[in-house]
């Protein structure tokens, strides 16, 4: 009973965000999160994968070099989308405009707050995740049935880096600390196997690549587009659900501490 | 009717030759039902915790106990940091108190929150609209926040559109509102509940001359509605027009409680003389006055001296036989500006 009443509540949030597109205009958010994956698909994935011909083949495992590619932009496409809209949205709605004091006078509570953000985040990153998708599998780079399930697959990742960007959110108290966070996100996408496999690293850096979110992200897309579904793939789903709700508790709690002081 | 029953509305009957308004009601109530408190607190406390290892915790609530009834309109009235807003968000079932107890509707504050902010309206400060919003979203999301239907929801935001006068506003985004607008559309957005209680904190605050008057009418429709409103302020005037009782807050405890009248009539005299003088003058005129005993209370300020005495004219005769020859002279009646000077003091608490 309280569970459906605090997801009930939760929902009215993500309401709120989809009102908040509609009234502006609806496919912004989509063009954003297709835009950049798909410049880098085609100036690395189609450019490189040109000049470096039979090599990108291999790496591949037979397949174009942009299909090695496109997955981990799959992945990137649906982790920035949705941790865009926490750490700068949710963030920005936090500090300055003291949106959610006006929330937590309502039945809603902070966790309800938490819950319904990181749901709409997850949202948009989960269909900006899918229409990429959609873009790779008519462009010819998916090469399995697999992919059906790299639907739910970017809804995950949506959801664990929305969450983790909402835990940054109530951290974070100035602006400038954005500074942070991009020196976070973007060796992440450069190194987490997004152009080129694993092995192309020393031992001691493999070991901490592997531990990156992104990583796991793109090792379980990459998976999935490819037909190659192994152990792999099941950790990396496990990692990015715990590390998701891990992230949404403590998220939620810092809510609580933040806005019910 | 139970004799003690009886006795107290022979009381309020009596009271009401006093003051009209209030004991109307409050005989209504008292014919009806025994009258039952909406909201009581005890022993309320908040201490905040220190925002670094360097400062204290602050404790910003003080042990206060104070009750309301249906109905009425209850004002806290202080200086800035007096506690008030604090007094509010531990109300409003936002805030967890420190120490005390907060009973509202009957349920606890501390275990029962989200059923008793079912039942609360709230007024921010600062208006905390949705500004990605226009101004029937606003409504109707907030109705959605309540669990109202899309349907109700939608009927009652035209309603109070209608009462917030901004119907030719439905469509605008907020932030392309006056103070005025938004202020009036945050009152209707804590409306659409159908709150048994509206809370405002510093309602009119910041707002011009012609909006305060807008909002104090509206304020007063939903008083004779039978909303009980509690709000607090640091205008007077306000407090005079609106509260039937209030109470007086300073540092965190409660300092005086009482009607407006009754405030006036304990802690101020019936008029102020006010005499001003060129701000180099010597406070000698001080000391004349005082020797001749021609006022309850004698206060100095810079340029100025407010005398607190029964008959403002006669106080200004005799001051002018001793041959103290001000500026300017102002004899006013005792307003409760006084009353709250006279208990929180005149220099800046924060």
New interface residues.
């Given amino acids: 009973m309280s569970e459906q009443l605090a997801l009930?509540?939760a929902r009215?949030v993500v309401?709120?965000h989809w009102?908040?597109i509609r009234?502006a205009n609806p496919w912004t958010p989509l063009v954003e999160g297709l835009f950049e994956p798909f410049l880098y698909l085609m100036s690395i994935g189609v450019g490189i994968g040109t000049l470096i011909g039979h090599e990108g083949r291999v790496i591949a495992g037979g397949y174009s070099y942009a299909s090695f590619v496109a997955p981990a932009l799959l992945a990137t496409s649906a982790m920035n989308t949705a941790a865009n809209q926490t750490i700068w949205g949710t963030w920005y709605r936090l500090q300055f405009?003291?949106?959610y004091?006006?929330?937590?006078?309502?039945?809603?509570?902070t966790t309800d707050i938490g819950v319904g953000e990181a749901w709409a985040a997850t949202a948009r990153g989960g269909l900006a995740g899918i229409c990429f998708l959609g873009v790779i599998a008519a462009l010819g780079m998916v090469h399995s049935l697999w992919a059906v399930a790299a639907i739910p697959a970017v809804v995950l990742i949506a959801f664990s880096f929305a969450s983790a960007g909402l835990a940054v959110a109530t951290i974070m108290r100035e602006l400038h600390h954005n500074q942070y966070v991009q020196l976070v996100m973007l060796p992440m996408f450069l190194f987490s196997a997004t152009f080129y496999p694993l092995s192309v690293y020393p031992t001691v850096v493999r070991d901490v690549v592997a531990v990156l979110p992104l990583y796991q992200s793109t090792v379980l897309a990459r998976g999935l587009t490819l037909g190659r579904v192994g152990s792999d793939q099941v950790i990396a789903v496990a990692y990015l659900a715990v590390m998701g709700s891990g992230a949404l508790w403590f998220a939620c709690r810092r809510l609580g501490g933040l806005?019910?002081? | 009717m139970d004799d003690g029953l009886f006795c107290s509305c022979v009381i309020l009957r009596l009271y009401c030759l006093i003051s009209r308004d209030i004991c109307n009601r409050a005989v209504l109530v008292a014919n009806l039902a025994p009258v039952t408190a909406l909201v009581e607190a005890r022993g309320l406390v908040k201490v905040y915790a220190p925002k670094d290892r360097k400062s204290e915790p602050f404790t910003a609530v003080d042990g206060i106990d104070f009750t309301l009834h249906r109905g009425e309109v209850f004002g806290f009235l202080g200086p800035n940091g007096a506690g008030k807003s604090s007094t509010m968000r531990m109300l409003s079932c936002v805030s967890p108190v420190t120490g005390g107890t907060i009973s509202i509707l009957g349920m606890d504050a501390a275990t029962d929150g989200r059923a008793i902010r079912s039942r609360l309206g709230v007024v921010a400060q600062d208006d905390a609209l949705d500004n990605e919003l226009t101004v029937r979203e606003n409504l109707l999301i907030y109705g959605l926040y309540f669990g109202l239907s899309k349907a109700v929801a939608s009927e009652r935001a035209s309603e109070l559109l209608q009462f917030a006068q901004l119907e030719e506003r439905a469509a605008d985004r907020v932030s392309a509102l006056s103070g005025g607008m938004r202020r009036r559309l945050s009152i209707a957005r804590s409306l659409l509940n159908r709150p048994d209680v509206l809370l405002l904190d510093e309602p009119t605050t910041g707002l011009d001359p012609q909006a305060r008057h807008i909002l104090w009418d509206k304020l007063y429709q939903l008083k004779q509605q039978g909303v009980t409103l509690v709000l607090t302020t640091h205008y007077m005037d306000e407090a005079e027009q609106l509260c039937d009782r209030l109470v007086v807050m300073h540092k965190g405890k409660i300092v005086a409680e009482g009607s407006p009248r009754q405030l006036i009539e304990a802690y101020a005299s019936r008029e102020v003389l006010e005499l001003r003088f060129a701000v180099t003058a010597e406070a000698a005129p001080a000391d004349k006055i005082r020797e001749a005993d021609l006022c309850h209370r004698l206060e100095v300020l810079p340029g100025r001296l407010v005398c607190s005495t029964d008959d403002g004219e006669r106080t200004l005769a005799g001051a002018h036989r001793l041959g103290i020859r001000p500026d300017s002279a102002i004899v006013r009646r005792s307003s409760l500006e006084d009353v709250f000077l006279s208990l929180t003091g005149r220099s800046l608490v924060d």
Avoid: Y
């Avoid at chain 1, 929330?103 to 809603?108: E, F, G, H, K, R």
């Fill in positions: 009930r509540s009215v309401t709120r009102w908040v009234g405009e003291k949106f004091d006006s929330l937590v006078t309502t039945p809603l509570t806005l019910a002081l």
